[in-house]
């Protein structure tokens, strides 16, 4: 079945830019959304942005000006750059599988993040 | 604060039912679909869209929206849906996704 993994630094320096990569396995990445969300220690979950299988982005506003998310697809690979962070972005980083689909009956939209990985504690000292 | 508005803390006798609640404006054009993360583990889809329950998933689940406020049941929960629960959809402008802040379940 297909199984996601992120890999990537524990710790980053203030300032620096935090790169993640997550590894698909098991399926192909050419097709679907694929998302980075993150979950600072004792909070809530925050979606950070994703990339579609064609290449086209979308991220979160409060975010959009530090992020960029990158697909390789010849090694079924996305990955994660977020730049000059601070210890506001101490938290457990994972990488998720997301479709966006249409309810034909209702005329209504949703989303769902159905594969998720394990998830990646990325520390940046204050 | 999260476009998706959710009760910090909801709690309810095992084997009665529950439910969680998500509020938004979002919501009345976009269904939520709902996560369950239990403690050091990665959040699991147990509801998409109006009421889609994915392989797996206990038929005590269940969603359902209206208006605003898009519902997460548990009819009949057990002590293993002891958890905190997220719900996600779009925020108002229909372009982004968001979470809702989370729900810690208590069974009692």
């Known amino acids: 079945q297909v199984q996601l993994q992120e890999s990537g630094p524990g710790l980053v320096k203030p300032s620096e830019t935090l790169s993640l990569t997550c590894t698909v396995s098991?399926?192909?990445?050419?097709?679907?959304?694929w998302s980075w969300i993150r979950q600072p220690p004792g909070k809530g979950l925050e979606w950070i942005g994703y990339i579609y299988y064609s290449g086209s982005t979308k991220y979160n506003p409060s975010l959009k000006s530090r992020v960029t998310i990158s697909l390789d697809t010849s090694k079924n690979q996305f990955s994660l750059k977020l730049r000059s962070v601070t210890a506001a972005d101490t938290a457990v980083y994972y990488c998720?599988?997301?479709?966006?689909?249409?309810?034909?009956?209702?005329?209504?939209?949703?989303?769902?993040?159905?594969?998720w990985g394990q998830g990646t504690m990325v520390t940046v000292p204050s | 604060s999260s476009e998706l508005t959710q009760d910090p803390a909801v709690s309810g006798a095992m084997g009665h039912t529950v439910r969680i609640t998500c509020q938004g404006d979002?919501?009345?054009?976009?269904?939520a679909s709902w996560y369950q993360q239990k403690p050091g583990q990665a959040p699991v889809l147990v509801i998409s869209?109006?009421?889609n329950r994915p392989s797996g998933i206990p038929d005590r689940f269940s969603g359902s929206s209206s208006g605003n406020t898009a519902s997460l049941t548990i009819t009949g929960a057990q002590a293993e849906d002891e958890a905190d629960y997220y719900c996600?959809?779009?925020?108002?402008?229909?372009?982004?996704?968001?979470f809702g802040g989370g729900t810690k379940l208590t069974v009692l």
């Open positions: 998720a599988r997301n479709s966006e689909q249409y309810d034909f009956l209702t005329g209504r939209y949703f989303d769902a993040f159905d594969l």
């Open positions: 869209g109006k009421n």
């Open positions: 996600n959809s779009r925020d108002s402008s229909g372009d982004h996704l968001v």
């Open positions: 098991g399926g192909s990445i050419s097709s679907y959304y």
């Open positions: 979002s919501l009345r054009n976009y269904y």
